[in-house]
């Protein structure tokens, strides 16, 4: 245990340091499960963190904890494959800026930064927990979500997880550069390209299907 948090330490704070120390490594399953624990690790702290949210709203009961229990080992369970698909799509941008190195040379960072992301879902969720405790919401007298969301606590929380989220991208992304750099052998601004091109291609692609479910929604003919 005391190695495995110096080694998250390491990757957190020295990512160049870390990737040295791991070159070697040519085991998916040292690799996956390095994140997979983190992952654990994220889900048992947010089973706590919204039972705790639930009791000082009076709203915990037993299907509540069954519910946080099953969404927990549904991420857990998705943490063995999202790494796979990540380092897939990935590794094309990789491809097309001549990345030549074989696709587990793309998994190892990208796997490696998505242990970034959990750390700072685990700090996030803390946080956000200890703001609920300080200024609680459950005098809300609405379920309106727009009145929800008027509410200056509720706007807190939201405004704290989406600084940590945006934090815990960008240094990702450092994190992933870097990594692809160095495992693909190519420059750290072809990696950068390699990864920020094919995520923008994906966005537009997500966005023109959503446009275009929502516009074939909206076309249906009201039923009488």
Do not use: C, W
Not at 58 to 87: E, K
Request: charge should be positive.
């Amino acid at each position: 245990m005391v190695s495995y948090t110096s080694n998250l330490k390491k990757l957190f704070f020295h990512p160049k340091q870390f990737f040295n120390s791991v070159e070697k490594d040519k085991d998916y399953s040292s690799i996956m499960f390095f994140y997979v624990k983190i992952i654990i690790i994220s889900s048992i702290v947010g089973i706590i963190s919204s039972s705790v949210i639930l009791g000082i709203q009076n709203t915990l009961t037993v299907l509540g904890v069954i519910g946080l229990i099953t969404n927990a080992a549904v991420s857990i369970g998705l943490s063995f494959l999202v790494p796979f698909i990540l380092a897939g799509i990935i590794h094309l941008g990789v491809m097309v800026f001549r990345g030549k190195q074989r696709f587990y040379n793309t998994y190892k960072p990208m796997t490696y930064s998505l242990a970034i992301v959990a750390i700072y879902s685990i700090i996030s969720t803390v946080i956000s927990t200890i703001l609920s405790i300080i200024n609680p919401v459950n005098n809300l007298s609405t379920t309106d979500p727009l009145l929800i969301l008027q509410n200056p606590n509720v706007i807190a929380v939201m405004a704290v997880s989406f600084t940590i989220l945006t934090i815990s991208l960008i240094h990702s992304l450092i994190v992933q550069v870097i990594g692809i750099s160095k495992f693909q052998k190519i420059s750290k601004l072809r990696a950068f390209l390699a990864i920020v091109l094919v995520m923008i291609i994906l966005a537009i692609i997500v966005i023109l299907i959503m446009g275009f479910i929502i516009s074939q929604i909206i076309a249906l003919p009201a039923v009488a």
